[in-house]
């Protein structure tokens, strides 16, 4: 198949630690988003890449957080200092246009 | 601020039913409309989306009503069945900024056999 896919599935990691989420978007989509999603919640925007424009970033809660994308294509989420609140699903989606498609999401657990 | 509210939080339907959700939205420069599925342990699917120059699309058993005047649309599934039980959330978008999505908190709908 030729969705998005992420890696790892399930990141368990301790408290002050950093860690970095991967996200391989759909081959051809200019457009890469990551949002997260905590237990029984809905959808949080953290940041949204657009072809060789600067991202928008007004969703990244503190400054833990960055991303960048590589080459328009693979992104990397990095969480710095990792904090109980850290923990929740991370969501990476892609668009060429409208519809935007998801992966399956990475868990971070901080323990 | 809360963009896109969803009710109801969660539904329970009979296999057959129809189940309805429903969105309202602030931003009247919003013009593109998802839905999507959300099953347990998956990333949200993309099940169907409107554009406000209609007020109606279906997609099988799925159908979004559009309200343009009252800055609502809601999500129908017809003849519910049991594998439709899932986490569905409404979505709103300016395709102008890119389609950078405001999520409603989503909806539980449970359909018993």
């Known amino acids: 198949g030729a969705g998005v896919s992420q890696s790892p599935s399930n990141k368990v990691t301790e408290k002050g630690k950093d860690v970095e989420l991967r996200c391989d978007p759909i081959s051809g989509h200019t457009a890469l988003y990551w949002y997260r999603q905590s237990l029984g919640q809905g959808l949080e925007f953290l940041i949204y890449?657009?072809?060789?424009?600067?991202?928008?970033k007004s969703g990244l809660p503190s400054d833990r957080f960055s991303a960048e994308r590589t080459g328009g294509s693979v992104s990397t989420l990095t969480i710095q200092r990792t904090q109980q609140e850290d923990s929740a699903v991370y969501l990476c989606?892609?668009?060429?246009?409208?519809?935007?498609?998801f992966g399956p999401g990475t868990r971070l657990t901080v323990l | 601020q809360q963009q896109v509210k969803q009710s109801p939080q969660s539904l329970i339907v009979q296999k057959g039913g129809i189940s309805i959700i429903n969105c309202a939205y602030e931003?009247?420069?919003?013009?593109?409309f998802p839905w999507y599925q959300q099953f347990p342990g998956k990333g949200p699917a993309l099940l169907i989306a409107i554009r406000p120059d209609v007020s109606e699309k279906k997609e099988g058993r799925f159908t979004i009503s559009f309200n343009k005047s009252a800055k609502q649309f809601s999500l129908h599934i017809m003849d519910s069945q049991p594998g439709d039980s899932a986490t569905y959330f409404c979505?709103?978008?300016?395709?102008?900024?890119?389609?950078?999505?405001?999520f409603g908190e989503g909806t539980q709908l449970t359909v018993n056999p």
């Open positions: 989606a892609s668009s060429l246009m409208d519809s935007v498609f």
């Open positions: 890449f657009q072809g060789n424009s600067a991202p928008d």
């Open positions: 979505a709103a978008s300016k395709r102008a900024s890119g389609s950078r999505l405001t």
């Open positions: 931003n009247t420069a919003f013009d593109y």
